[in-house]
């Protein structure tokens, strides 16, 4: 099979990798200039640079990835949908409902459309919900956690993401915070049914240097999210703790090789090991116990699943959709919603199912 990737920034890269990891054959980039483009390419086997997305079309993927500014994300995605071409596009799937609605129903003339919220791929994550699926006895009340980033601290630091023309109305929950969610959805099964967000900036910037929601959820959970991209020494701390009234589970993504399980007796420290584990967690697993793995790995599984599926496997539960893009979409909506009045948004329901996807 055939990729290629529109964009070569960091997202670029990372994807690159991933393809490359699996024994995919990388077609190459195109970027804001074929400069950008070739130089990308050269650090990656057989690959090149093209001029444009239709350049880069024409030599027919199998799949694209989009790797661009957010803004982008619609006018990228539809090209290759045009073409019934598969289409990985990063997160935000786009800047506003609309657009995610509208790429959920393209969706339906392609073979895969996926969004990487790869945090779900940790087997540790994987491992805690498994606990939660099973232990059906737990109350799970609490759910909290926050998003933490330190990169645009600095007053000097400027980036695409901070201009609300490339970056879209939200800045820190839209970039970040999706994922919090998307993630505490994924593990703990709940859905937010309403939420109350404030935000705040330390800059001079268009949109929120960081966000706080609180919320309710569909199984009569409450929780909260602290997300800061602004915060000095928190590198990329996406961090939960899902309280049950028999057991907790924490995780840190920094420190991605263990969990935390509270109980009222002893705590336990799990740690990520293809000996103990079972369930999903067994194939995210890719090094035995005590040979750190992390953030590249999920890359890695989840293009590996968006392969897989394309091929005619069926698609893996852990393998995130424009579905879920698109609530993404909705949870941003509601949170500058809530900002505006200054009170408590319904979050808008999921979508019917586009012709079974
Ligand atoms: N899933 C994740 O964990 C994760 C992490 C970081 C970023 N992202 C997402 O990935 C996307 C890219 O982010 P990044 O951090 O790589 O940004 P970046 O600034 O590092 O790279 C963006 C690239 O897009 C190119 N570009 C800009 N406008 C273009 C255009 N009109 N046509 C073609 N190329 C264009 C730029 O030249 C640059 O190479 C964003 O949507 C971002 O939200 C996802």
């Known amino acids: 099979m055939k990729a290629a990737v529109i964009g070569t920034g960091f997202m670029g890269a990372v994807h690159g990798q991933a ?9 190459g980039f195109a970027g804001s200039s074929l400069q950008k483009a070739d130089s990308l390419a050269s650090t990656f086997r057989g690959a090149k640079g ?18 661009t500014p957010n803004s982008t994300h619609l006018q990228f995605a539809k090209a ?3 073409r019934g071409i598969s289409v990985i596009v990063e997160k935000p799937l786009a800047t506003n409902v609309e657009d995610a609605q509208a790429l959920l129903e393209m969706s339906a003339s392609a073979k895969v459309t996926a969004v990487p919220f790869v945090y779900r791929y940790h087997a540790m994550v994987l491992e805690l919900r498994k606990r939660i699926a099973e232990n059906t006895e737990n109350n799970l009340w609490l759910l909290h956690g926050s998003y933490l980033q330190d990169w645009l601290a600095a007053s000097m630091t400027t980036n695409w993401r901070s201009n609300s023309a490339a970056g879209g109305p939200t800045r820190a929950f839209g970039d970040i915070g999706v994922h919090w969610f998307d993630l505490m959805e994924f593990v703990t099964g709940h859905r937010v049914t309403k939420l109350n967000a404030l935000m705040a900036k330390v800059h001079k910037t268009d949109t ?16 909260s999210a602290v997300i800061s991209q602004a915060s000095a020494g928190r590198s990329n701390r996406l961090w939960f703790s899902f309280d049950g009234t028999q057991e907790s589970y924490s995780f840190d993504q920094e420190n991605p090789e263990t969990g935390w399980v509270g109980t009222l007796g002893d705590n336990k420290i799990v740690r990520r090991d293809p000996n103990a584990q079972t369930g999903l967690a067994v194939r995210s697993n890719s090094l035995p116990a005590g040979h750190p793995q992390g953030y590249q790995t999920c890359f890695n599984d ?6 897989s599926t394309h091929a005619g496997a069926p698609k893996s539960e852990v393998m995130p ?8 979409a909705q949870l941003a909506d509601a949170v500058l919603q809530s900002v505006k009045s200054k009170g408590w948004v319904e979050v808008g329901n999921m979508p019917a199912m586009v012709n079974g996807k």
């Open 321 to 328: 959709t424009f579905a879920d893009g698109l609530r993404g």
């Open 302 to 307: 989840f293009v590996s699943d968006v392969y």
């Open 19 to 27: 393809i490359q990891s699996n024994g995919i054959e990388l077609l």
């Open 50 to 67: 093209f001029t444009s997305i239709d350049a880069l079309l024409d030599a027919q993927p199998d799949v694209l990835h989009v790797c």
């Open 208 to 223: 929120e240097d960081g966000a706080l929601v609180t919320f309710e959820t569909d199984k009569g959970a409450v929780g």
């Open 80 to 82: 290759a949908i045009d």
